[in-house]
C-alpha cells in the first residue's frame, strides 16, 4: 500500500512537472519576439503565416504553422547545438547533408540530377545555340568539393559520381558548345587550397586555376600567366555550410582577390534590377556581415552589367549561378562588357539580353550541385 501511495506521488509529481514545462515552453513562445533570421545557420526564418480561409481548406496553413513553430521555437539554437554536439559523441560524420571530413573539411553531399530538369535544360541549351549559330558559346561546369577532394570525405561516406555526371552533360551537348574542363582543372590542384573548408564555393585561387585553362577557349591570347596579385581582404570568413551543420563554427577562412598588375581594371557595374551603380566589382560592406563571400560583386541579383575598359568590341553573356561571382574579375581586362544574368532571379529571356546588350560570347558557368536541379534554365533560354 505505501509503495503504491509513492508511485502515485511521484506520477502526479511527474505529471505537474511536464504540464508546467509545457505551459512554460508555449507561453515563452508567446512572449518572445519573433526572429527575422538566424545568423548561427545563416538563413531567414518563418515569421507567423496569415491564417485564410482558404490556405485552412487547402492544408497549406498547417504547414506554414509547423514550418513557423519549428523555426521560432524557443531555445532552438541551444537545443540545435545539443543536437550537433550528442551527434558528435554518438560518431555522426554528417549534418544536414554537409559531411564533416578529414581534418574539418565540411563538404555538401552531391546532388543526384532530376532527369526531367536535366533533360529540359539540355534541350533549352542546345535549341539557344542553334539560335545563335554565329555566337561563340562555351560552359564550364564545376565540380563540387566532394568531387574532387574526395579523399577529404569521412571514412565509409558514399556520394553520387558527380564526375561521371558532367561528362554527361559534355557528351549530351556535343559540339553545340565549346567545353571547359572544370574537373581537369581542380583536380590538377586538389592537394591546394582550392575549396574553402566551412563553405561550398571554390577558392579564388580555384577559380584562377579553371580560368588558365579557360582563357583560350574563351578567345585570350595574352599572356597572363604572372598577371594578377592576390590580395586578402578578409581573415575571419565562416561559410554556409558551417551554418548549415553546425560544425565548424569557429573556423576563420581567408578570402582574396585577385588584382591585374598591368591592365587597367577600371569598371563600372550597373546592378540592374536594383538601379544601382558602382565603380568596383567588391562590395566592401559585405564583409561586416557573416556572407563575407556576397564582396564577390554583392551576392545574387539577377542582371549585372559591367563596363570595363578593355580595348575591343566584344561583349560576354555570363549564365550563372553564384561560382562566377569570383571568377569573373579574371575577365573584364579581356571584354569591353560583360553581362552576368542569374536565371534563378531572372523573368526575361536570354534572347532579350542578346539583342538589348548586342552580345558576341557566351559562357554558362554554374557549380554541380546548381546546375543539375536548377529548373529555371530551360524558361530562360526559351525564345518565347
Known sequence: MRNR??????????????IICVFVLILGNLLVPNKKDSEEENKMLTGRPRMTLGAVISGSYAQQFEKYQSDQFMGRNVLRKLKVTLNRLGGSRRENDVFIGKKGQLLEDIAVPDKETLKSSMTAIKGFTKEHPDVPMSFLLVPDAAAVINSSLPPLAEVADQNASISMVKKQLGDSVQWIDGVKALKEHKDEKIYYKTDPHWTTL????????????????TDFSSGYASYPVTG????SLASKSGRE????EEISIYVPKDADNDVIVNYVDGQKKT??????KMLKTREKYNVFL??????????TMADNQKKLLIIRDSQASCFVPFLTPYFQEIVMVDPKYYSGTMNDIMKTYRITDV???YGGNTFFQDNNISGVLSSE
Open 206 to 221: 580555384g577559380a584562377f586555376y579553371a580560368f588558365k585553362d579557360a582563357a583560350s577557349t574563351l578567345g585570350i591570347t
Open 298 to 307: 554583392g551576392g545574387n541579383t539577377s542582371v549585372v552589367d559591367i563596363k
Open 363 to 365: 559562357l554558362f558557368l
Open 236 to 239: 575571419d570568413f565562416n561559410g
Open 5 to 18: 501511495r509513492k508511485k502515485i506521488r511521484t506520477d502526479s509529481f511527474v505529471g505537474k512537472v511536464f
Open 249 to 252: 563554427l569557429d573556423v576563420d
Open 279 to 284: 565603380t568596383s566589382l567588391y562590395s566592401t
